[in-house]
């Protein structure tokens, strides 16, 4: 089956570790552009974070963004799918988490907003190149009708993976909790994930899914990595995402992108 439809994870993916694009990686996608496949972005990343890359790498089609709780054109921003987290919950969660002395964050849109910022927050900003407003969460949250596209909570990954349960447990389905990294235990709605969001724009392109590759490195790409028609693991990727792939490619480091997409998606 040709592959007509390639969706990348961001960071540890397509981004090395100084979060630049290899000129390898660019050529190879660039290349499939021309030969008519579609390229796009599914990262946990706000689009503001995700835009520039885009740009860099001439994409056409829709991103998606916020782990498939949006689903953006790549250089007009104009919102094709949306599905936030109600207020009211957002709000309990928040003011959960913070009881159990977790620091967080939410997102609105291109907004990024904490109660407090730390260290944490810090090394946020720095690694994501965005602005950190602090402010009242509960506050701001109920002025918000609409509700948030994600909560970030980030700590130790011994902490987070003692959170992630209890979380699991009291929200139940009402959200779907994953992990990008270590640190970052993500919250998005219950009823969305990279997979569905990958699912729905390749219907709109009409795509089938046995024409879609994705590539991904962490637990927030297992879905996308299982919808997908060839499922593709980074070499530095997750053990537990590598045993769900139909393929381990080379490491972020190695343009493992550009590997997969040489050897399974050009022709000639």
Request: hydrophobic content about 40%; glycine content about 8%.
């Amino acid at each position: 089956m040709t592959i007509r439809l390639v969706a990348m994870d961001l960071d540890d993916t397509l981004l090395r570790d100084d979060c630049t694009i290899s000129p390898r990686v660019v050529k190879a996608i660039q290349k499939a552009q021309m030969q008519g496949v579609k390229v796009t972005i599914a990262t946990g990343r706000m689009p503001i974070s995700t835009r520039p890359y885009a740009k860099q790498l001439g994409l056409d089609v829709p991103v998606i963004t916020y782990h498939g709780a949006m689903i953006q054109q790549a250089v007009s921003g104009d919102i094709l799918f949306r599905h936030p987290i109600p207020s009211a919950l957002a709000s309990e969660i928040v003011q959960d988490v913070g009881r159990r002395g977790n620091y967080a964050q939410i997102y609105l849109k291109d907004r990024v907003i904490a109660q407090t910022l730390n260290e944490w927050s810090e090394e946020y900003a720095r690694i994501a190149s965005v602005h950190i407003e602090e402010a009242d969460l509960p506050g701001i949250l109920a002025q918000e009708p609409e509700g948030v596209e994600k909560i970030l909570v980030i700590g130790e990954e011994s902490d987070l993976d003692q959170l992630a349960p209890l979380l699991n447990q009291r929200y139940g389905k009402k959200v779907h909790i994953t992990k990008s990294k270590p640190h970052f235990l993500e919250i998005i709605e219950g009823t969305v994930n990279k997979g569905v969001a990958l699912a729905a724009l390749a219907e709109r392109l009409g795509i089938s899914r046995q024409e879609v590759m994705a590539i991904g490195d962490s637990f927030n790409d297992l879905e996308m990595i299982q919808y997908a028609g060839v499922g593709v693991a980074m070499g530095n990727a997750r053990k537990e995402i590598k045993q769900q792939a139909d393929i381990v490619t080379l490491t972020n480091e190695e343009d493992g992108v550009a590997e997969a997409i040489e050897q399974y998606v050009l022709l000639g």
